[in-house]
């Protein structure tokens, strides 16, 4: 039976308990934003099950990267049509539905189980956030191969207008400062003048910077 929820903590915990497939957030709830939600979610969530959607007025270049680099998978302006609004959720839930069919990849003792959601090293959870989780699963779904930044837009993002080159390189950071505490930092390439690639470190390729 569903049920009204306005208490802020409590909304957390109800959506821990039982994820939704998607969630649309907007900017500003009462009591909370939209940074303390996803926040809170991605602090207590070990999977990056869950996409979020941000709806928010405040159209602004800097509102748009701020929550697309919180983790939000996707971010619509208001005012808006419903049509458009079900079409990108559509998109979104069409893509996880797909990646959940996928066999687990293995790189060394790094493991990214795309049907459980979860990537482990050594059986251990490794928490990463829905945007970091999927830069990650490309990379390992396409190790060896560079890719150049608009191409990771493309095949990461969707090639979504609003978001430019540059998340790409926080994102990239973000999941290599993650990946360093388990040791897997260097498998993420830097490609001087052209992208990354994901690939076992050799001694013919130094660690990216």
């Given at each position: 039976?569903?049920?009204?929820i306005t208490?802020?903590?409590?909304?957390?915990?109800?959506?821990?308990?039982?994820?939704?497939?998607?969630?649309?957030?907007?900017?500003?709830?009462?009591?909370f934003?939209?940074?303390?939600?996803?926040?809170?979610?991605?602090?207590?969530?070990?999977?990056?099950?869950?996409?979020?959607?941000i709806?928010?007025?405040?159209?602004?270049?800097?509102?748009?990267?701020?929550?697309?680099?919180?983790?939000?998978?996707?971010?619509i302006?208001?005012?808006?049509?419903?049509?458009?609004?079900?079409?990108?959720?559509?998109v979104?839930?069409?893509?996880?539905?797909?990646r959940?069919?996928?066999?687990a990849?293995?790189?060394?003792?790094?493991?990214?189980?795309?049907?459980?959601?979860?990537?482990t090293?050594?059986?251990?959870?490794?928490?990463?956030?829905s945007?970091e989780?999927r830069?990650?699963?490309?990379?390992?779904?396409?190790?060896?191969?560079?890719?150049?930044?608009?191409?990771?837009?493309n095949?990461?993002w969707?090639?979504?207008?609003?978001?430019?080159?540059?998340?790409?390189?926080?994102?990239?950071?973000?999941?290599?400062?993650i990946?360093?505490?388990q040791?897997?930092?260097s498998?993420?390439q830097?490609?001087?003048?052209?992208?990354?690639?994901?690939s076992?470190?050799?001694?013919?390729?130094?660690?990216?910077?």
């Open positions: 039976m569903a049920r009204a208490d802020a903590g409590a909304a957390v915990q109800a959506l821990v308990e039982r994820p939704p497939d998607l969630l649309i957030i907007d900017w500003n709830i009462p009591g934003t939209a940074y303390d939600l996803i926040q809170s979610l991605r602090k207590r969530c070990a999977s990056p099950v869950v996409r979020l959607v709806l928010s007025s405040l159209a602004g270049e800097d509102h748009i990267v701020m929550g697309l680099n919180l983790g939000a998978d996707d971010y302006t208001k005012p808006c049509s419903v049509r458009e609004v079900v079409a990108r959720v559509s979104l839930l069409r893509s996880h539905a797909s959940r069919k996928r066999a990849l293995a790189v060394d003792e790094l493991v990214l189980d795309a049907d459980a959601n979860r990537v090293v050594q059986g251990k959870p490794v928490n990463l956030r945007v989780y830069l990650l699963e490309f990379f390992m779904s396409h190790s060896g191969k560079t890719f150049n930044r608009m191409q990771l837009l095949q990461v969707g090639g979504d207008g609003d978001v430019d080159e540059r998340t790409v390189d926080v994102n990239v950071q973000r999941l290599r400062k990946l360093s505490a040791g897997y930092e498998y993420i830097t490609v001087r003048g052209f992208g990354y690639r994901f076992q470190p050799t001694l013919n390729c130094p660690d990216s910077p």
